[in-house]
């Protein structure tokens, strides 16, 4: 399958500062990526979408100047939690759409994850 | 509030076949995926059904009913490597930019 890279794999900051998180899709091109949080035992929230060139569209309740987006490249895109707090303290995940064709599925493939944790 | 149905939890013995079913809204449907996650890890993908009909890959196989909005997953001879939550995804729409929707995940317990 295909292999999306995700860095860093975990973090712990201080309250206040700001974090950056990459996602990166290693053997295809993607387009369109995503960003999920997940809290234990809970499903993943999906926080936004990522389009290569444009805006990043952000889902209900997310604040997009908190969580910065930018898909700089193809294979690309970065998460910024900006000021970050305790609450902010997740598993952050990311995947790449491979759109399919060539006999392979329209599906997502996620990134291992980037746990943070806000003192 | 969540637009897939999936059971909470699963216990099951090695060896035998457990079967998460998964119901949805039809609102945006675009295919139901499945995708399996231990602990502390990501999501990885198990299967993908955009038509009726069953996908087998291995030991787990994936069934879909568009008319009755239902798929299911079905895991056989089971191992304890097994457990790990299994989450269904509706996606979305081409318009969406495939967007998928996560249902709230089943905890599959597989006990010696």
């Known amino acids: 399958g295909a292999v999306v890279s995700q860095h860093p794999s975990w973090v712990i900051c201080k309250s206040g500062t700001s974090v950056k998180i990459e996602c990166r899709s290693l053997?295809?091109?993607?387009?369109?990526m995503f960003w999920y949080r997940q809290f234990p035992k809970q499903s993943l929230m999906l926080m936004a979408t990522s389009n290569e060139g444009s805006k990043a569209t952000y889902e209900q309740g997310v604040e997009k100047d908190k969580f910065l987006i930018n898909h700089a490249s193809l294979t690309l895109s970065t998460l910024t939690v900006t000021s970050a707090h305790p609450e902010d303290s997740s598993f952050y995940i990311c995947?790449?759409?491979?759109?399919?064709?060539?006999?392979?599925?329209?599906?997502?493939?996620f990134g291992p994850g980037t746990r943070l944790t806000v003192l | 509030g969540q637009s897939l149905e999936q059971p909470s939890e699963v216990t099951a013995v090695e060896g035998a076949i457990v079967q998460i079913n998964c119901t949805y809204q039809?609102?945006?449907?675009?295919?139901l995926s499945w995708y399996q996650q231990h602990d502390g890890g990501a999501p990885t993908f198990l299967s993908y059904n955009a038509l009726d009909g069953l996908e087998e890959t291995g030991r787990f196989s994936s069934f879909l009913s568009r008319s009755d909005s239902y798929g299911y997953l079905l895991l056989q001879e089971l191992q304890m490597k097994d457990s790990a939550s299994y989450f269904c995804a509706k996606g979305g729409t081409t318009d969406s930019w495939g967007k998928f929707q996560f249902g709230a995940g089943t905890q599959v317990v597989v006990t010696p």
């Open positions: 039809t609102s945006g449907f675009y295919g």
């Open positions: 995947s790449a759409r491979d759109p399919g064709g060539g006999g392979r599925t329209d599906t997502q493939y």
């Open positions: 053997d295809f091109q993607a387009t369109t």
